[in-house]
T-cell receptor, first 109, second 117 residues
Framework: RKEVEQDPGPFNVPEGATVAFNCTYS??????FFWYRQDCRKEPKLLMS???SGNEDGRFTAQLNRASQYISLLIRDSKLSDSATYLC??????????FGGGTRVLVKP | EPEVTQTPSHQVTQMGQEVILRCVPI?????FYWYRQILGQKVEFLVS????????KSEIFDDQFSVERPDGSNFTLKIRSTKLEDSAMYFC???????????????FGDGTRLSIL
């Protein structure tokens, strides 16, 4: 089983619509969770950290379900600039970040 | 906003040659990392570095790889004898804290594209 698993997509989303997707992780000792976004051939950029109680940052909402070992990201009122690959990232007690393969989102006018 | 900077942006090297990739982490950060991303694949952890020593490394980080912080600002990754399969994007990252329950995120540089011929 992959350490961090994501639906690769693409999710084709009309501008203004809502899109949501999940990721699952296999290591029950994982402690920290993040969503990064990556544009084509660019570096991963932190979108948001994910907290146990769930958290929101503008149009983005992240949820964590430790029992089922999954994390979700919801994007409301999608903009064309939201088109990117969204990386689910997990950290256990050490230093290393473990990345999922990414979910590609394409927002279309 | 402070950022991680990497040089060069693109490095082309003959197989078997040594290559050094350079990074300047964010100035108040204490933990430094190297990751790589082979084209079309996921980002993979290579190594983390704290207090002038390696704190964690992956199976990818074999004897051909080394890291160094030669002065107060630079953090380098050296590949001693490059192979074709070393072709990838290499990202440097840094964070304020690293270990344990820290939720401090890692901030990435814009990468060095390494092409081995």
């Amino acid at each position: 089983r992959k350490e961090v698993e994501q639906d690769p997509g693409p999710f084709n989303v009309p501008e203004g619509a809502t899109v949501a997707f999940n990721c699952t992780y296999s290591n029950s000792a994982s402690q920290s969770f993040f969503w990064y976004r990556q544009d084509c051939r660019k570096e991963p950029k932190l979108l948001m950290s994910v907290y146990s109680s769930g958290n929101e940052d503008g149009r983005f909402t992240a949820q964590l379900n430790r029992a089922s070992q999954y994390i979700s990201l919801l994007i409301r009122d999608s903009k064309l600039s939201d088109s990117a690959t969204y990386l689910c990232v997990v950290k256990a007690a050490g230093n290393k970040l473990t990345f999922g393969g990414g979910t590609r989102v394409l927002v279309k006018p | 906003e402070p950022e991680v900077t990497q040089t060069p942006s693109h490095q082309v090297t003959q197989m078997g040659q040594e290559v050094i990739l350079r990074c300047v982490p964010i100035s108040n950060h204490l933990y430094f990392y190297w990751y790589r991303q082979i084209l079309g694949q996921k980002v993979e952890f290579l190594v983390s570095f704290y207090n002038n020593e390696i704190s964690e490394k992956s199976e990818i980080f074999d004897d051909q790889f080394s890291v160094e912080r030669p002065d107060g600002s630079n953090f380098t990754l050296k590949i001693r004898s490059t192979k074709l399969e070393d072709s990838a994007m290499y990202f440097c990252a840094s964070s304020v804290q690293g270990h344990g329950l820290s939720n401090q995120p890692q901030h990435f540089g814009d990468g060095t594209r390494l092409s081995i011929l």
